[in-house]
């Protein structure tokens, strides 16, 4: 799998929990930049692995991939071609942007498209807090039609909202698992709420924001596992990044405390 974080203009949209503003350009992205950076990638990844062609390539850019904004039109073409090496290509996009755009993109891809979707929470009151100008019929109605037009989904979830106490966060993130596998998709990651876009730094220094543990994000991808609507998939899987790793039982007992008090808070 080979994963290229992209430079480009930043999304329109502002939603509250996104931290993805950060190092995006200030002007729409330039014709021929993301193939540009694609190419690099691709060199880059072949010096280091050997590898001519892999099984994944995500091209994530800060946005989404089929706002003229973000991607030009005119690079299209450009950006499939560099892609065929690939079985399946990932991008993220909002479900209301640039829909016509990405069927016909999906049919000049050799591999399968995947749409990455910030589902985030399902919960009617955090919807407008969100930002996401998406309810969930809209999201159900357009993986309805990827699933017709055999394009795979990918869910990201959000766990530890501000808004939410503990326990009906935890309702929360389950309900909108089975939902988001209700409407087919084929991959959920969760992700824990965390600071770093500016907006959660700042409620979190009122002390209204409190990041979800480490223990507490494991307690609910084992509520998942072990939850039989997801025997038959969609994979599941917790996104580590920004949390502090789990120290060894050993260094626990040494310092006298339980295993996870010395876990820090994202």
Request: charged share 25%; proline share 7%.
């Amino acid at each position: 799998m080979l994963t290229l974080l992209l430079a480009s203009s930043e999304c329109s949209l502002h939603c509250s929990m996104c931290d993805l503003w950060r190092n995006t350009l200030d002007q729409p992205t330039p014709p021929t930049a993301l193939p540009n950076q694609i190419r690099f990638g691709l060199r880059e990844w072949r010096e280091q692995t050997g590898h001519e062609s892999g099984g994944t390539i995500k091209l994530y850019n800060s946005g989404n991939f089929f706002d003229p904004r973000t991607t030009p039109s005119t690079d299209d073409d450009t950006i499939a071609k560099l892609c065929e090496p690939f079985d399946r290509v990932v991008v993220e996009n909002h479900p209301l942007i640039g829909t016509r755009r990405l069927y016909e993109f999906a049919k000049r891809l050799r591999g399968k498209l995947e749409i990455a979707v910030g589902l985030e929470c399902i919960a009617p009151r955090m919807l407008d807090r969100l930002n996401k100008r998406l309810r969930p019929g809209q999201f159900f109605q357009f993986a309805q039609h990827l699933k017709d037009a055999s394009i795979d989904l990918r869910v990201f979830l959000i766990h530890g909202l501000p808004w939410l106490a503990p326990a009906e966060a935890y309702a929360w993130t389950i309900l909108s698992a089975r939902f988001a596998a209700a409407a087919g998709a084929r991959h959920i990651s969760v992700l824990p709420c965390r600071t770093g876009n500016g907006f959660m730094d700042r409620l979190a220094r009122e002390g209204r924001f409190h990041p979800p543990t480490r223990k507490e994000m494991q307690t609910v991808m084992n509520a998942l596992e072990n939850d039989s609507r997801f025997d038959h998939g969609p994979v599941l899987t917790l996104d580590t990044w920004g949390m502090a790793p789990e120290l060894p039982e050993s260094a626990n007992q040494d310092s006298g405390e339980s295993p996870t008090a010395g876990t820090q808070d994202v």
